[in-house]
């Protein structure tokens, strides 16, 4: 991870997405990326039981804890760093968790559309 500032999909600093449970590639709080993050986990989303589900039912079971690896499980309304891919893949199967777009790293603009994005955002008025 670099030094400089992460910028959110607006191209304003970053905001915290979630540090109970500590969500992000880093472990940060926030959904943040680099190099290492070939998962670009940078949609901060609010879980749901459907997206729980769907996320299971394609091999990646969000909700079962693995303290191993420091991982609480996730529970609906619980915040996350989600990959814009998965996040990609929910949308299309009308699955997609509603999303924070002051915490939505910038480069998920270069994986998923901007009005996509907005049309299921919770922090716009």
Same mark, same amino acid.
């Given at each position: ?5 992460q ?17 992000g590639f880093?472990r ?5 990326t680099?190099? +290492?993050?070939v998962?670009?986990?940078? @949609?901060?989303?609010?879980? %749901?039981? /459907?997206?729980? &589900?769907f ?10 804890p693995?303290?191993?690896f ?10 996350w ?10 949308? +299309?199967?009308?699955?997609a968790?509603? @999303?924070?777009?002051a915490a %939505?790293? /910038?480069?998920? &603009?270069e994986?998923?559309?901007?009005e996509?994005?907005?049309?299921l955002a919770?922090?716009?008025?």
């Amino acid at each position: 991870m670099s030094d400089a500032p992460q910028k959110n999909v607006f191209g304003e600093p970053i905001e915290t997405c979630s540090t109970r449970p500590m969500t992000g590639f880093y472990r940060s709080g926030c959904c943040e990326t680099g190099p +290492e993050d070939v998962g670009v986990h940078t @949609v901060c989303v609010e879980m %749901t039981e /459907e997206f729980l &589900l769907f996320s299971r039912s394609r091999g990646n079971d969000l909700s079962t804890p693995l303290p191993e690896f420091g991982f609480p499980g996730l529970e609906p309304g619980d915040r996350w760093c989600l990959c814009a891919a998965r996040w990609q893949e929910a949308l +299309e199967a009308g699955m997609a968790p509603r @999303v924070i777009l002051a915490a %939505t790293h /910038e480069a998920t &603009l270069e994986i998923v559309a901007f009005e996509d994005l907005k049309r299921l955002a919770i922090d716009l008025v």
